[in-house]
């Protein structure tokens, strides 16, 4: 897992804790949507979907820290909707640093030169920026043209002033081998982000696009050809060795969706991020209301064909911390 040194022990530690605490469900990290509001309709997404009633609202600064605190998760990534559109977003990343959190904001980033001027450069922080593609594959994703290029600038900018930054990128069924190496080529040896996080596209039932999600043997024929001749070594992802095994059909895991929770202006949602089967207001009912039993691939038909890193990445990380061969052989690949 190519993380910081002091943010890889900042998780072993905390996982540590939790073994010696002997509990069985606990969180990693969290997906914390203080809004739904985009200013873009990409096509593989469902949130701007919500009624316009909803689209409006945003969540407190005191609701969004108070959700962490009571979870506990040393890590957050702030998504939506665009986080930048929150007037508030800088000092809701502000407060969670200070209280010694892992955080990554998730933008696409049009707005960011814009607010870049709100944050400060800080180890724990970094923007998390959506890159789908090069150019004509990227601004396809989103639906508008121009995107790519504003995106890469805004990189470059936030590069110069300091900050760390790392891109998040979503494949479909559209995409090739060859499409996935360019855009891991560039992002690594010409964009030079910090890192990078993939995932196979997850059916959302909201989205625009229903006809493009990989299924498990696309997504396991796609990365395997991608990674091939040792590829997956040049390149800078934030993953564990053992994530991109599983992408590769080499590993299978069971899904551990409550290791990633996901608190919106609608609360705790029930299962995951990429489901919606209700909401409750606390974490502890999230934990003990939720059948954890009756998701994941094999349970659950919505889950079929997910191999998506917010079920199987917490799988694989403790799987990793959990073997002495494979902490190894992380910390030999970052």
Request: net charge negative; with cysteine; glycine share 6%.
């Amino acid at each position: 897992m190519d993380m910081p040194w002091h943010q890889t022990l900042r998780l072993g530690t905390y996982l540590f804790k939790q073994k010696m605490l002997r509990r069985e469900k606990y969180p990693i990290i969290v997906e914390l949507e203080p809004l739904f509001a985009c200013n873009l309709a990409c096509a593989g997404c469902g949130k701007i979907a919500h009624p316009a009633s909803v689209l409006k609202q945003r969540m407190p600064v005191e609701q969004a820290v108070g959700a962490i605190d009571e979870c506990g998760a040393p890590m957050v990534s702030i998504a939506g909707g665009e986080p930048l559109m929150h007037k508030q977003i800088d000092e809701i990343v502000q407060r969670l640093l200070d209280k010694k959190k892992i955080v990554f904001l998730c933008t696409n980033a049009v707005l960011l030169p814009k607010h870049l001027h709100r944050f400060t450069p800080h180890r724990n922080f970094a923007f998390m920026v959506h890159i789908d593609g090069l150019r004509e594959r990227h601004d396809a994703s989103v639906s508008k043209e121009g995107v790519f290029d504003q995106a890469v600038d805004a990189i470059k900018q936030a590069q110069a002033a300091g900050f760390r930054v790392m891109t998040n990128t979503t494949f479909f069924d559209t995409d090739t081998p060859q499409d996935v190496i360019d855009v891991l080529d560039f992002l690594n040896d010409d964009l030079k982000v910090d890192n990078m996080q993939i995932s196979p596209g997850f059916a959302y039932e909201k989205a625009p696009d229903q006809e493009h999600w990989l299924g498990v043997e696309q997504t396991r024929e796609l990365f395997r050809k991608s990674f091939a001749d040792g590829r997956r070594k040049k390149w800078r992802l934030n993953h564990s060795p053992l994530f991109l095994d599983f992408l590769e059909g080499k590993r299978d895991f069971d899904c551990t969706a409550w290791a990633v929770p996901s608190y919106s202006i609608k609360g705790w949602q029930k299962p995951c991020y990429l489901l919606e089967d209700g909401y409750v207001d606390t974490y502890r009912e999230l934990i003990d209301d939720t059948d954890w039993d009756a998701y994941g691939r094999g349970k659950d038909d919505r889950c079929s064909n997910c191999m998506a890193h917010c079920g199987y990445e917490p799988t694989a990380v403790v799987a990793t911390l959990g073997s002495l061969r494979e902490t190894l052989r992380a910390a030999v690949s970052s």
